[in-house]
């Protein structure tokens, strides 16, 4: 059914506002109210809600997050930007993988199964759409999200 992405976003940050703070991190947004898309909401809610969960525990107090939406050729693209410790390279194509996590034995203490980035990417597929990483050790991390727009003649709200 039709989504208004922007709430899916202001649901999620809602949430995590309380515990960034907490941790002294700041998140920083900028959002686009004009994006419907075709899908389920709590299960997207539950990606993004995955991304802000990773992007808050491998990120320090006075690091900030930054997450902008926008529209680009048909599609609702999500940038999920942190300053935390990023990602090797060599690790960046494994993390869908079930169960996966860089550096186990130093990332243990974190808690956290390895699923969060196997889920978010079914159900990026599950909604026609794509994730995608870039990161740069002790630079940090951008997770991008892309999901088509349903066309403007499609909907009526
Ligand atoms: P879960 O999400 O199941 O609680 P998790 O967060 O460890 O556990 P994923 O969300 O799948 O699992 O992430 C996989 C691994 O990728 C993490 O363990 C971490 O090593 C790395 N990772 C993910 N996001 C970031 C990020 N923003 N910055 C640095 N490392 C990250
Ligand atoms: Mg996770």
Do not use: C, W
Request: aromatic residues 8%; charged residues 30%; hydrophobic residues 35%.
């Amino acid at each position: 059914e039709p989504v208004v992405y922007s709430q899916v976003l202001e649901d999620v940050l809602y949430r995590f506002e309380p515990i960034a703070q907490a941790k002294g991190v700041a998140i920083e947004t900028d959002l686009d109210f004009d994006l419907i898309i075709l899908g389920d909401h709590d299960r997207l809610e539950q990606v993004v809600g995955n991304l802000l969960d990773n992007a808050l525990r491998y990120t320090e107090a006075g690091k900030a997050i930054h997450v902008k939406t926008f529209s680009e050729e048909g599609y609702a693209i999500t940038e999920i930007r942190d300053e935390g410790r990023g990602i090797p390279r060599e690790d960046l194509d494994k993390l869908t993988e079930r169960f996966y996590r860089v550096n186990k034995s130093r990332t243990r203490e974190d808690g956290g199964t390895g699923l969060g980035l196997a889920i978010a990417k079914h159900i990026m597929e599950r909604h026609g759409g794509s994730i995608h990483f870039a990161s740069e050790v002790s630079q940090g991390t951008t997770v991008t999200l892309g999901l088509p727009l349903l066309p403007d003649d499609e909907f009526d709200i």
